[in-house]
């Protein structure tokens, strides 16, 4: 099956990531790091890791149908 990407749509999937790098490197290069401040940094990365694989996901472009089948 044929599959094509649409490029802006991917450039635009990279930005989350980005911004969650940087916000996770900034606390972690802090000289106390405290849990408040290690769990943020942690749903910050996730937020961002998740946000470029749905956008990401998104930019995808395919003939393909979603189909969910019953088994009884």
């Known amino acids: 099956m044929p599959i094509a990407y649409d490029v802006w749509t991917v450039i635009f999937s990279i930005l989350p990531a980005i911004v969650a790098s940087g916000g996770?490197?900034?606390?972690?290069?802090?000289r106390v790091l405290d849990v408040?401040?290690?769990?943020?940094?942690?749903?910050?990365?996730?937020l961002g890791i998740a946000s470029m694989h749905y956008i990401g996901m998104a930019a995808m472009r395919m003939?393909?149908?979603?189909?969910?089948?019953?088994?009884?």
């Open 36 to 46: 408040q401040q290690l769990l943020i940094g942690g749903v910050l990365m996730g």
């Open 24 to 30: 996770a490197l900034f606390l972690a290069s802090r």
């Open 63 to 72: 003939d393909a149908n979603t189909e969910y089948v019953s088994v009884v």
